[in-house]
């Protein structure tokens, strides 16, 4: 389970706002590279707080109201013209920026999920698997996840077509199949539909 170790070892190094950054939607074929930034007071226990992935909807869903409640935080994203343009791990990184740009209080430190940090303007500490390590990761991953999975169900009324309620812009077979028949709708990700060549001639 996540707990404070890491942001009490960097305040220990003098830094005072430590904030933890995560992302959601890195492997889906549609919608937004999502990012968030969460600073958190370092005696506020959050019962059930976890990494995103291993936790309900409904789960995800109640802790996100008391993170955005008890929380500093800034929600941002990557387009998919973005994402297009730069490449997927640009545009994640861009989205993790622009999280930690939008913070009602600035942050001196970022702990950031993964292996990898480019760009930002205060100094980091990547950690794998931070969203099961650091609480403040874990609380940012909860807000990235909510957003983007809300994101798809807006997408789903708008495009009704591609399913997006169900698989929330992920390669399913079914979301592929639906791309070949149908065309990719203006939220797919054009670099990411290499695969409709291949499924066309599959199907022919």
């Not at 995103?52 to 409640?69: N, Q």
């Amino acid at each position: 389970m996540p707990n404070y170790d890491f942001e009490k070892e960097v305040m220990a190094r003098g830094y005072s706002a430590v904030c933890g950054i995560d992302e959601a939607g890195r492997g889906p074929l549609a919608g937004n590279v999502v990012a968030a930034a969460v600073i958190l007071p370092l005696d506020l226990e959050i019962e059930g707080l976890n990494d995103s992935k291993k936790l309900s909807e409904k789960k995800r869903e109640a802790l996100y109201d008391v993170i955005v409640e008890k929380a500093i935080y800034s929600i941002a994203w990557a387009t998919p013209k973005e994402i297009d343009e730069l490449n997927i791990l640009n545009a994640t990184m861009l989205a993790m920026r622009r999280a930690v740009e939008g913070l009602p209080k600035k942050a001196d430190f970022a702990l950031i999920d993964g292996n990898c940090s480019r760009g930002f303007t205060i100094p980091t500490q990547t950690i794998v698997k931070g969203d099961a390590l650091s609480m403040s990761i874990a609380a940012a991953s909860i807000l990235a996840k909510v957003t983007r999975d809300r994101q798809c169900m807006a997408l789903d009324e708008q495009y009704p077509a591609y399913g997006f309620k169900g698989h929330k812009g992920y390669p399913t077979k079914a979301h592929m199949q639906k791309v070949v028949e149908l065309g990719p709708c203006p939220e797919h990700r054009k670099t990411f539909l290499k695969f409709v060549d291949k499924m066309k001639h599959e199907n022919d």
